[in-house]
């Protein structure tokens, strides 16, 4: 098994021309990231949430945790809460957490199961097709039509067990095409058959760029993430971040070699996802992945759990960062897995990363800060991430 | 004695359009709230604080704080800090808590006694009618007229021993005349002769619009507020905001019928007020009050206690709510009175608000928030108050 | 020795208009300080960023600091990370704190030693000059010119020990030239030979031009700093801002007749300063010192101990009051001085000062504040400090 023909996904030479103080260079030797205002101002901030993060898929949660038809989670996203809800066995929907009438969140508990929803303000009732049911003192056409006040729909897809949110009210792209080339991996991986065993939220004072661009370069690695590095091929990753040129990817973390897995000393830490639980001799080097930018999201799947970062936008200088673990569904805690173990790498890589983006933002606040060269092999994934930004900002 | 025709002062018949998405529809067959950008936008904030915050009156406290020559009391409101005092035995001024030379607030205790006004900065002081009377180093006329600069004056009224405060500097309208309808009633419970035996003081986070509008509907009484609903009669209630068509109001809470008071059982729970004190057999379903929209104050007095609620804005998405209980002055605690007898139904009844307020400005918030229908009959009393809103917004 | 003599130096009569609401007054008896506006405007404030304080120089620290070479310390302003570090013996330079690479802070610790600046993100390093020397994977010339990309330069001089930083990119003044009339007394009490002993910071609620104007004027200091009365002359204190014409001004405090330095009791505190430790009777009223308007940097030079006060702005409602304490390096705790005695006085007044300026700003924000008359004795440093001010922020 090749990781890195896992890794390297047919996306084309580098093709797009960097990004040079927010002028694209097709002449300079060298990138940079973007002019200090697209940090620290809030009107680009206010657009950003129109041009960007309501024009992508964005992660937010897995099957496994809607089994049954009336099961919901929330999960906030830029200023909007979505609850994500099973309304049939082949049909998963998410609405804004928002009732029709004035407003009123409609569920309040992060989880839980519900017949319909039911503002809890003025009980008007929705089902779990977003329909309104019933509004007190106004039947159906006697004031109003309730055809014309379901519950704002956000999309809702499942990728391979894992389930992404679309913001947007125009057309979304479609999300099996584009990480199409992962299918393979994961059905052979079979990560519907996941179970979360556990999730890490922080806050940062960043701009959620700053983090986006620390998340999408190795160069501070080998100085900064040592317990990653046990276990992760660094030059592998330079060139496997190099071919991130597209918004949707795909591909693995590549392993050092002769490795199984992330962890502390490269060797599984749950029972083999899929098939590979009967395999005697497993492959190293082994894994998958998909992949979201600028609006981060990132999924890794090992031959033995999954870990899937996203990032989620609160202000021009403030921004969350979620990591979930998953293992088999069938794994037992203490027998099959150590979560401890499983979560070792991650949590520690997660902490590393906090103190950087936050200090790496100071200096950008600066008012006479401006982006420096970038590496061309180490910083390659940012300026094609940042060119799609600019390229969505200026959408329509 | 008949709650309902005291709540029903004549108005007039539904004399104004209602609001839809801030347009004046005549044709529509339901109302809504305004949209989003009103709650949400610090730019309307500011103008409202010179449109509509500077243009009412507002309840700031009671006759029976400033007993003495000389008594003040201090409140806050908009961003605004006044002085209530007694300059005289007939005459309560109000002033900005602010001195002339440099802004250093006059007054630090939130209550007290004082001969004149000396501000701790520099020890300019003012008589109790806002007369400079010296700035220590430039006697009056040496190098300004001490005639130039009193102290910044805010209308005080005394409706029936309730004092409002007028923050503009245009002429105040009269609020004698604006609560006629209301004077019969409180001469008779004999509303001067109160004392305040407890206030209770919430910010929430939400505009402040969205705390009226939530105040002016009891559509959401039955399903919300089951300690308030014991002894409020709904169906009255829903037909009296219906009357609420003026800025300035007056009328009771309308209560079910047999019961004396709002209690948590409608037996009295303190003793009865101003001549009622002598009556054996008490009435039912007696009552008075008054109130102010937009910018709410409401005042409910019974034929035992009274109650005044005030807002108090803060910020676009920030605001005060401010809850005041009287019982007569000679009524003995403990004797006459339980305290907590007393506050019980709208202590709880505000904590409910509040969590109400909140979840529904939650989803103001949302981007793809707009207004839904509203209830014509159960929130009837909202449309008015928002195109009295949208008047004084619009308004010279 | 005359310290009347000392506090005045040849500037002019007051050869500037005094302000009146932003607008120059030649004719008028009194001044004002500025409208409302420029103290609660957002706007402002970032312009002032731009307009004042990228234009003087502010203090920063003492040479006894940075005793060896590769010695620093970290001062923030206005939202900027100053290094100061100690090149050669006889040279200090000053760099933002900023990487040139992707922004990150070069140095966390507040002080310390280094032989060169290596960010912790990416080990980019620097040299004691500022000079870039080493980009990991980027050799000099071949992706871009390592002198290109040095660091960002800081403005430092070092007068008589005091240290100063200079934010903007222009030409400095000549700091040494500014305060030439210090030099000789400063010289005598040689001020490179103190020691640090005590340091106190407040964050204060109000905007940084109320600090300002409370400093300017000692209108207030009888009536609220009863301790520093005690030593202070008032009357000659008048005389004396009468003077601070100039942007950059010199002159000690002016001590009550007989007296030999600011303290408890007027005696020294701690051993003289310079030449004057072998003297046997140690002159009265003796002194020096510096200023800086309208950013505030005010250094009080006694026979026997130093203070320093610096403004630190944050934000157009928030503002930083440093205050420092220095003894002659050879003096021993315990033995030479007590140290709660040196802080007594000004650890005092700060604490009235911090009230006095949080509660003006309350009543400089009252929507409808305007600015008072000004004293022309006791207030008439605040004149002059705010038409630099206005020249300032017309300048190009």
Redesign the interface.
């Known amino acids: 098994m090749d990781a890195k023909a896992t890794a390297r996904p047919e996306t084309g030479a580098r093709r797009r021309p960097h990004v040079v103080d927010g002028v694209q260079r097709l002449d300079m030797?060298?990138s940079t990231?973007l002019p200090r205002e697209y940090y620290v101002s809030k009107d680009i901030y206010e657009k950003e949430?129109d041009k960007i993060f309501?024009r992508q898929w964005t992660f937010v949660g897995h099957v496994s945790e809607l089994p049954k038809i009336g099961d919901y989670f929330i999960q906030e996203f830029a200023?909007?809460?979505v609850v994500v809800v099973r309304e049939a066995a082949d049909k998963i929907n998410g609405y804004?957490?928002?009732?029709?009438?004035?407003?009123?969140?409609l569920c309040?508990a992060p989880r839980g199961n519900i017949r319909k929803f039911v503002c809890?303000?003025?009980?008007w009732s929705y089902g779990l097709d977003g329909a309104l049911k019933n509004?007190?003192?106004?039947p159906d056409g006697a004031?109003?039509n309730y055809q014309d006040?379901p519950l704002?729909r956000v999309g809702i897809e499942d990728f391979q067990g894992f389930l992404f949110a679309y913001f947007g009210?125009d057309e979304a792209p479609r999300l099996g095409e584009k990480f199409a080339a992962a299918r393979g991996e994961l059905e052979r991986l079979n990560t519907p058959a996941l179970k979360e065993i556990h999730r890490e939220s922080y806050e940062l004072n960043c701009n959620w760029k700053t983090l986006l661009?620390n998340y999408l370069e190795c160069?501070?690695c080998q100085?900064?993430h040592q317990t990653l590095c046990k276990t992760m091929d660094l030059e592998a990753m330079y060139a496997g971040t190099d071919e991130w040129q597209d918004p949707y990817f795909t591909g693995p973390v590549p392993l050092r070699p002769g490795l199984k897995t992330v962890s502390l000393n490269g060797e599984i830490v749950s029972r083999p996802l899929g098939a590979f639980a009967s395999v005697v001799d497993l492959p190293t080097g082994y894994g998958s992945g998909f992949g979201v930018v600028p609006t981060l999201t990132r999924g890794i799947v090992h031959i033995d759990h999954a870990v899937v970062h996203a990032l989620r936008p609160i202000d021009v200088g403030r921004v969350r960062w979620e990591t979930r673990w998953y293992v088999r569904d069938d794994a037992v805690e203490g027998v099959d897995y150590d979560r401890e173990n499983v979560i070792a790498v991650w949590t520690a890589t997660n902490k590393e990363d906090i103190a950087?983006c936050e200090?790496?933002?100071?200096?950008?606040?600066?008012?006479?800060?401006r982006?420096?060269?970038l590496?061309?092999?180490?910083e390659s994934a940012i300026p094609p991430a940042l060119t799609t930004y600019l390229e969505m900002m200026a959408a329509e």
Chains 1, 2, 3 share one sequence.
């Open positions: 030797r060298y990231a949430v309501s200023g909007e809460s804004l957490n928002v009732c029709r009438h004035r407003g009123h969140s309040a809890p303000y003025h009980y509004a007190p003192g106004a004031v109003f006040w704002h009210t661009e160069y501070h100085g900064s950087l200090n790496a933002y100071r200096g950008v606040r600066s008012r006479r800060f982006p420096g060269p590496d061309n092999k180490r």
